[in-house]
């Protein structure tokens, strides 16, 4: 069973930005994405693209316009650059792959990681 790996979780004033990374199947043509948890919420989804890039992506409208997801697939990693970061945006972040499209990417995902924390202090 594919295990995917992140990194790149942690601390960060409001305004500021993080990158996450997240070690992906390493053969398949997977959909690869992220959905967070808040505290005391339901784990939700952030963003998605498919294996073909940065032509398929699909973003939550409350991140549209702040956070990007690209992906190498050379390197079997995707990434989650998160600019303007607010409070509200502080959760548990999990990356996904599913060999479903980005339109069917969602919580019956596949393959997940184990979370990385990230925290939006005001």
């Known amino acids: 069973q594919a295990q995917l790996v992140e990194s790149g979780g942690g601390t960060v004033q409001t305004g500021g930005s993080l990158r996450l990374s997240c070690a992906g199947p390493?053969?398949?043509?997977?959909?690869m994405g992220w959905f967070r948890r808040p505290p005391g919420k339901e784990r939700e989804f952030v963003a998605a693209i498919s294996y073909l890039g940065s032509s398929n992506t699909g973003y939550a409208d409350s991140v549209k316009g702040r956070f990007t997801i690209s992906r190498d697939n050379a390197k079997n990693t995707v990434y989650l650059q998160m600019d303007s970061l607010k409070p509200e945006d502080t959760a548990v972040y999990y990356c996904?792959?599913?060999?479903?499209?980005?339109?069917?990417?969602?919580?019956?995902?596949?393959?997940w990681g184990q979370g990385t924390q990230v925290t939006v202090s005001s």
């Open positions: 996904a792959a599913d060999s479903r499209g980005v339109g069917k990417f969602s919580k019956s995902a596949e393959f």
């Open positions: 390493t053969s398949g043509a997977y959909t």
